[in-house]
């Protein structure tokens, strides 16, 4: 049962070679008929965290970077007035692997390995071969982009952020001390002192996102609206985000700014979250056999537990674990929501559902052996602990918390007559299929091997690929054109390459 085959395959089968390439604007336009309306685009910034980045395939890369959203804008603003645009440099990227030099955690841009030449391989998104040239010499330089990935809510306005003698203590981020204009600079401050006449704020994803990708092994912190204390993977209290929020969107108006701000999606509807199937596990009779055999005393326990009273028939019957020959057996979890048994020596164990989502990063770690112990099996035989699984209660932590920031984003905007962009609405209209102006349906499944050109995710299954950014710059520049009586060209988001996929490390 070592590294079985559960995802990639069809996508291996179709043999792509898709690859990023250098940005290009040979469509750029110049027409009188279109303004600027009421906004004006002299000096733009962009706040916000790895999705103004341009974060994708797993990290900020050189190409990567000249795709995000706000550098798209810019060269539309660009045709009624707009200013320079700058963004962090990654010239010294050489190579266009991305990832921090010496920084553990921060890994090389991601390609889909096919290779099979490796006994066991288990094909998937995994960092390219090779080291990262992308040092964390300080630029001390205040960027129209101000992206900064990792970056909650309230970090935007932490002075230090930047300061490089807080990364081991966690009170600094590497991508800001490479932007941030001194050690005690903040990222809001750093921003305002470009006096931005217009700006985008998408600023909030981080709050929830983290917890998620985390598989929920993080802590809801509603209740707590002291951030010093907060986990990198705990949800933000909803009222420490409103203050930090409102406190950002009123800074960014005081000089008399417009702008936009945007709503958060809803993460797990992305692909991390929906690509792992709860189900991969195939196995013949015998191994079934065998399997239900180590669990027996395990299913026993249960019924004596259900004998006494201490759990419902209900809750028997979803802890039983079982498996049969066949392609699609559920993997065993770990759920810390059910009844403690552990008096009676029962773990809290359980075979997942269609309402559990197994992150992305579980596809080559399920089936695996523990020290190459053929009867330890990840997700059959040792289950998945919580940070490969967002089982329901986790979910509904999520789902609130979301709820709540975009209700204050959008209570915030309307409080500054500010325009909002619903990326949460917009983003999850791929689930099914968002068309856009040129008639082409995009959606969130990159790894539908009849469809990988029209997904707008990069290998991360995270953040947008190039082509998905596009999308997002469309999304916000109709926003503009509607809200400030603006004439801005439209982009066309098949103009920009789609999913990155290099045949090989």
């Not at 469809?451 to 299954?461: E, H, K, M, Y």
Request: hydrophobic share 40%.
């Amino acid at each position: 049962m070592k590294n079985k085959k559960l995802l990639f395959i069809a996508l291996l089968a179709a043999g792509f070679t898709f690859t990023a390439c250098e940005p290009e604007f040979d469509n750029e336009v110049n027409n009188s008929s279109y303004s600027a309306g009421d906004a004006d685009f002299t000096t733009y910034v962009a706040i916000g965290n790895s999705l103004t980045a341009g974060y994708m395939d797993g990290t900020v890369s050189r190409v990567g970077q000249q795709y995000s959203f706000p550098n798209i804008l810019s060269q539309q603003f660009a045709v009624v007035g707009g200013g320079v645009f700058t963004q962090p440099s990654y010239e010294e990227d050489v190579n266009n692997l991305g990832g921090i030099s010496g920084i553990p955690g921060f890994l090389t841009r991601l390609i889909l390995d096919q290779r099979t030449d490796i006994p066991g391989a288990t094909p998937g998104p995994e960092p390219i071969a090779g080291t990262s040239t992308i040092t964390l010499t300080p630029q001390a330089k205040a960027f129209n982009n101000m992206g900064v990935p990792g970056a909650k809510t309230y970090h935007l306005l932490a002075p230090g952020y930047g300061n490089a003698a807080g990364l081991a203590l966690g009170q600094a981020n590497p991508y800001f001390v490479r932007m941030a204009t001194s050690p005690t600079a903040s990222v809001l401050g750093d921003a305002m002192s470009l006096n931005p006449t217009f700006f985008t704020n998408w600023i909030g994803a981080n709050d929830v996102l983290l917890y998620a990708t985390g598989g929920g092994a993080g802590v809801d912190q509603k209740g707590n609206i002291n951030p010093a204390t907060y986990g990198q993977g705990d949800i933000t209290d909803p009222n420490v985000f409103a203050n930090a929020y409102s406190t950002i969107v009123n800074t960014l108006t005081s000089q008399g700014a417009k702008g936009v701000v945007a709503t958060i999606p809803n993460v797990t509807s992305i692909p991390y979250f929906t690509t792992v199937p709860y189900n991969p596990v195939p196995m013949d009779a015998a191994t079934a056999a065998a399997v239900n055999t180590g669990y027996a005393q395990y299913n026993g326990g249960l019924q004596v537990a259900r004998g006494a009273g201490l759990i419902s028939a209900d809750e028997a019957t979803r802890r039983t674990v079982t498996f049969q020959a066949g392609e699609s057996n559920a993997v065993v979890i770990v759920d810390e929501s059910l009844t403690n048994l552990s008096a009676l020596g029962l773990p809290s164990y359980r075979q997942a559902t269609a309402s559990d989502l197994i992150v992305l990063t579980a596809s080559s770690f399920i089936g695996t052996e523990v020290n190459d112990n053929p009867q330890m099996i990840n997700g059959v035989t040792v289950p998945l602990e919580d940070r490969w699984v967002l089982i329901p209660t986790e979910i509904t932590a999520i789902n609130n918390a979301t709820t709540a920031f975009n209700s204050t984003i959008t209570a915030v905007a309307a409080s500054k007559n500010l325009p909002v962009a619903d990326m949460n609405a917009i983003l999850g209209k791929l689930t099914t299929g968002l068309r856009v102006e040129d008639g082409q349906i995009y959606t969130a499944n990159y790894f539908s091997a009849d469809r990988v050109n029209t997904v707008v995710f990069s290998l991360d299954g995270v953040h947008p690929n190039a082509r998905g950014y596009a999308l997002i710059a469309n999304e916000v520049i109709k926003v503009i054109n509607e809200f400030y009586h603006a004439k801005l060209p439209l982009i066309v988001p098949g103009y920009y390459p789609g999913a990155t996929v290099l045949p090989s490390n």
